[in-house]
C-alpha cells in the first residue's frame, strides 16, 4: 500500500482568442495560461480493494470514469500496463466547479503527476501531457502548469516566461454560463475585439506585469448575454477601484480575476467582493508544476 496527497491548481485565462471552428468540431485556440495557487486536494492511495474507488467531498459529482479525476487514473494504468484495482482516490474540492477555472482538469492533472510518483512509473512530463489530452483539451495545460501559450484545442503548448509574482483575487458570480451556447455565438457573429496576444507575450518577455495586465482579454466576453455581461463587467470595474492592475473573466466563465502587487488592495477587493460573491478567493501565481514534482 502507498498514500501519497497532490495539490490540484486553478487555472486562469490571461488571455483566450477563438480563431475558428475546425473540420473535427473543435475550435482553433489561442490563449495565455496561468496556474494559481486556489487548489483542490486529492489523496492517492494504492492496495485499497479490487475496484477503482472515487470519491469526493461534493455528493453531485461522478464518483466513477465521468469523474476527470478517475479518468485520468484509467488512462494512465491503461498507458503504463497497470492494474487500477485497488486504487483509491479522495477529491476535496475548493475550486468553484463550472466556473472557468479548470477545476475538473486540475485534478486529472494532479491524479496524472501523483500516480506517476506514487506507482514509481517515471514517465517524463510530456508523456503525462499525451495522456491528459485523452481526458480532456485543458488537461495537458494543467500537467504543466505555470505561464504557458495553448494552442490547437488547447493542448499545444509553448512554454512562457513566467508571470511577474502577483496576488489574484477570484470572484465567481453564481449564475451559470453555457459553454456550447458562447461557442454557438461565436460561430455565428463576428469578433469585434480580439486580445492583443503579441504585446501580451512581449511584455511576459519584458516582465512587465502591467503591461500584461493591460492586455488581458477573453473573445467570450464579447457574447454574454446582456444581463451577464454587466454583471462580469461590474465585477471587473469593483477590482479596478479596489487597485487591481487589469482583471478578466477566465475561460467561458464565469470567473473574473484581477492581478494586485500589493497585499492590501487585493485583500480589501476580496473582503469587499466576498460580501456579495460567496465564492471569491485571495491567491498568487505559481510557476511550472512538473518542476515542483
Known amino acids: 500500500m502507498g498514500v501519497l496527497e497532490v495539490k490540484a491548481y486553478a487555472k486562469l485565462n490571461l488571455s483566450l482568442d477563438v480563431l475558428g471552428k475546425r473540420p473535427d468540431g473543435y475550435h482553433e485556440m489561442r490563449m495565455v495560461m496561468q496556474t494559481v495557487s486556489l487548489s483542490d486536494t486529492l489523496r492517492l492511495e494504492t492496495g485499497t480493494g479490487a475496484t477503482l474507488?472515487?470519491?469526493?467531498?461534493l455528493g453531485f459529482l461522478p464518483a466513477n470514469e465521468h469523474n476527470l479525476a478517475a479518468a485520468a487514473a484509467l488512462r494512465l494504468c491503461e498507458a503504463a500496463?497497470?492494474?487500477?484495482?485497488?486504487?483509491?482516490?479522495?477529491l476535496e474540492k475548493a475550486i468553484p466547479v463550472c466556473a472557468g477555472l479548470a477545476g475538473g482538469s486540475a485534478d486529472a492533472a494532479a491524479v496524472l503527476r501523483g500516480l506517476n510518483r506514487l506507482l514509481g512509473l517515471d514517465l517524463p512530463g510530456e508523456r503525462l501531457e499525451e495522456i491528459g489530452a485523452l481526458v480532456g483539451s485543458d488537461v495537458p495545460y494543467c500537467v504543466r502548469g505555470g505561464t504557458a501559450l495553448a494552442e490547437g484545442r488547447g493542448e499545444v503548448l509553448t512554454d512562457l516566461p513566467p508571470l511577474p509574482h502577483c496576488l489574484v483575487v477570484l470572484?465567481?458570480?453564481?449564475?451559470?454560463?453555457?459553454?456550447?451556447?458562447l461557442f454557438r455565438s461565436l460561430d455565428?457573429?463576428?469578433i469585434r475585439r480580439r486580445p492583443d496576444t503579441t504585446g501580451l507575450l512581449a511584455a511576459l518577455k519584458a516582465g512587465d506585469l502591467q503591461g500584461v495586465a493591460r492586455r488581458m482579454y477573453?473573445?467570450?466576453?464579447d457574447v454574454l448575454p446582456p444581463r451577464r455581461a454587466q454583471e462580469i463587467d461590474g465585477?471587473?470595474?469593483?477590482?479596478i477601484q479596489y487597485g487591481a492592475l487589469g482583471a478578466s473573466m477566465s475561460g467561458t466563465g464565469p470567473t473574473v480575476f484581477g492581478l494586485f502587487t500589493q497585499q492590501e488592495a487585493a485583500q480589501k477587493a476580496w473582503e469587499a467582493l466576498k460580501e456579495q460573491y460567496a465564492e471569491t478567493f485571495l491567491a498568487q501565481s505559481m510557476e511550472?508544476?512538473?518542476r515542483q514534482v
Not at 474507488?53 to 467531498?57: E, L, Q, R, V
Request: proline share 10%; with cysteine.
Open 288 to 290: 511550472n508544476l512538473l
Open 171 to 181: 470572484c465567481k458570480p453564481s449564475f451559470p454560463i453555457s459553454t456550447p451556447e
Open 235 to 239: 465585477i471587473k470595474n469593483a477590482m
Open 81 to 90: 500496463g497497470v492494474d487500477p484495482g485497488g486504487l483509491s482516490i479522495d
Open 218 to 221: 477573453n473573445v467570450f466576453e
Open 188 to 190: 455565428s457573429c463576428r
Open 53 to 57: 474507488h472515487m470519491g469526493s467531498n
